[in-house]
Each structure stands twice: as structure tokens, then as C-alpha cells.
């Protein structure tokens, strides 16, 4: 790792710290600011570390899912400045995540052994998580919907990605496969932390640290030939 890769990381770890103690004194335009900086950079560290290699249809999937990851983030932010549409822009930050997911699905599927078995691992795990989020936790029709595809895909992702790194244990799957679980384990945090009932900073910070932890690993895959 070059000082260039580690400067990305520190300058992005600060602006999400930033950005969190902005978010929580509520100054939303500029916690806008700073979570789509933090997210320049871990977009930034995918482009420069792709630069190492030959730059192949996995660098480019990655690169553009973390470009999707950037959208959903100041998606999922903007919608407390502009309050009115706030649901609105809250679910097109969800679908910016959504298609991230199914890139990186895309991006991780050739290295994986087992598909059928990971699909329905990923779909009976979803199926039993649904279940239990739409029975304790009331959510409107539009998010039930969004939220059957959008776990489906990270789920589906998280399995694949965890086959693939049991399949080839290379640094590069490992790496992904552990970010895929931060990030699912991220989500699963501020599902509960949005839609349970009283929101907490302490779950904030959690879903906040695993989510950006998740994007790092996985920018960082794209500094790898195989």
C-alpha cells in the first residue's frame, strides 16, 4: 500500500468523522457536503488502485458501484435539506445502492463455485430477515418493496462474495468477501436504527464506521490482478 492509498483512506476517515459529528448537531447541508467528500474518496482510492493493474471489466464493475455507493450516500442525506420529497430522495438513494449491489454482484459471480447453493442461501437468509423486519417495524408500501430487492441483492451478494473467498482465498476475495459482510451488517444496523422505533447516534456511528470500513475493502480489490 503506497502513501497515495493511505492518504485517500485518512482523508476519507476524517470527512466521514466529520460528517458524523455534523449529522449529529443536525447541520444537513453541510453534512451533504461532507459524506459525498468522504465518498470522493473511496471512489477515488478504487480509481487509483486500478491504476496497478491492467484495468479489467472487474476494476471497471467496482469502480462503478462505488460511484453508485457516492449517489445513494448524498441520496440518503439530502433528503433531510429538501424535506418535502425527503421519502422520494430517500428511495432513490436506495436504488443507487440497489444497482451498486447487483454491479458488484456481477463483479464477484465468475470468482464463486456454488451459485444455485448461494442463491437460495441468500434468498432463504433475506426471507427470514423480511420477515421479521415487516412484522415488528412499521414500514410504508414503497420501502417494503424497495426493501424486498435491496437485501435480496446484498444478501445475494454477501454469499457469493463469501463462496468466492472459500473458493480461491487470495487476498482480493477475502478482501471483498469482508467488506460485503460489513456492508450488510451495516444495513442491517440502520434498518433497525431507522425503522424500529427511537433512532440512536450510537447505531448512527455503527451503521456509519461498518458501511465506510465496507467500501474501503472493497475499493481497495481493484489493486489486484487476480
Known amino acids: 500500500m503506497n502513501i497515495i492509498m493511505i492518504v485517500l483512506i485518512v482523508l476519507g476517515m476524517i470527512s466521514q468523522g466529520i460528517f458524523m459529528f455534523a449529522e449529529y448537531k443536525k447541520n444537513w447541508t453541510l453534512a451533504v ?3 459525498g467528500l468522504a465518498s ?6 478504487g480509481v487509483w488502485c486500478s491504476t496497478k493493474t491492467a484495468f479489467s471489466m472487474y ?4 469502480i462503478a458501484g462505488l460511484i453508485f455507493g457516492l449517489v445513494g450516500d448524498v441520496c440518503l442525506n439530502l433528503r433531510h435539506v429538501l424535506k418535502k420529497i425527503g421519502d422520494k430522495i430517500f428511495l432513490g438513494g436506495v436504488a443507487a445502492f440497489l444497482v451498486g449491489h447487483i454491479i458488484y454482484l456481477i463483479a464477484v459471480i465468475p470468482s464463486a463455485t456454488r451459485i444455485i447453493t448461494d442463491v437460495v442461501i441468500g434468498i432463504i437468509i433475506a426471507a427470514v430477515l423480511l420477515f421479521y423486519i415487516f412484522k415488528t417495524m412499521k414500514v410504508k408500501i414503497a420501502f417494503k418493496i424497495f426493501g424486498v430487492f435491496y437485501l435480496g441483492a446484498i444478501i445475494m451478494m454477501t454469499c457469493i462474495a463469501i463462496d468466492a473467498a472459500f473458493a480461491a482465498p487470495v487476498l482480493k476475495n477475502l478482501l471483498f468477501a469482508f467488506g460485503a459482510v460489513l456492508f450488510t451488517a451495516s444495513d442491517i444496523v440502520l434498518i433497525f436504527n431507522t425503522f424500529g422505533g427511537e ?3 450510537p447505531r448512527r456511528i455503527t ?3 461498518l458501511y465506510y470500513i465496507a467500501q474501503i ?3 481497495l480489490t481493484t489493486m489486484f490482478v487476480a
Open 40 to 45: 470522493v474518496f473511496f471512489v477515488s482510492l
Open 59 to 62: 476494476d471497471k464493475l467496482i
Open 199 to 201: 433512532e440512536t447516534f
Open 207 to 209: 451503521n456509519l464506521s
Open 33 to 35: 457536503i461532507l459524506k
Open 217 to 219: 475493502c472493497i475499493a
